[in-house]
């Protein structure tokens, strides 16, 4: 089974930039894509971006322009950059296959606060 573990959260200021990681243990992001979601207090887990084997990205309406998708291959490793931060990006970060058939990992927090 695969595992996958993100990190790069933290509390940030409206406005400000994170750039959170996933590894997986596996060779998962080039074969499948990856894809990156994100569970606010009280919702449901939402899809954020997705990259897919081939490159191609799309993006939830609410962070397109703001965030960006990509993966390192030979690092087995999904980013996502994100930029100019709002209160309403707070929530829990997971990663994924494009697909979302891997077992969840622990999430990373992200805060976005004054």
């Known amino acids: 089974q695969v595992q996958l573990v993100e990190s790069g959260g933290g509390l940030v200021q409206p406005g400000g930039s994170l750039r959170l990681s996933c590894t997986a243990s596996?060779?998962?992001?080039?074969?499948?894509?990856g894809a990156w979601h994100r569970q606010a207090p009280g919702k449901q887990r939402e899809l954020v971006a997705r990259?897919?084997?081939?490159?191609?990205?799309n993006y939830a309406d609410s962070v397109k322009g703001r965030f960006t998708i990509s993966r390192d291959n030979a690092k087995n490793t999904v980013y996502l950059q994100m930029t100019n931060l709002k209160p309403e990006d707070t929530g829990v970060y997971y990663c994924?296959?494009?697909?979302?058939?891997?077992?969840w990992g622990q999430g990373t927090q992200v805060t976005v606060s004054s």
């Open positions: 596996g060779s998962i992001f080039n074969v499948y894509g």
């Open positions: 994924n296959d494009y697909w979302g058939v891997q077992a």
């Open positions: 990259i897919s084997n081939v490159g191609s990205r």
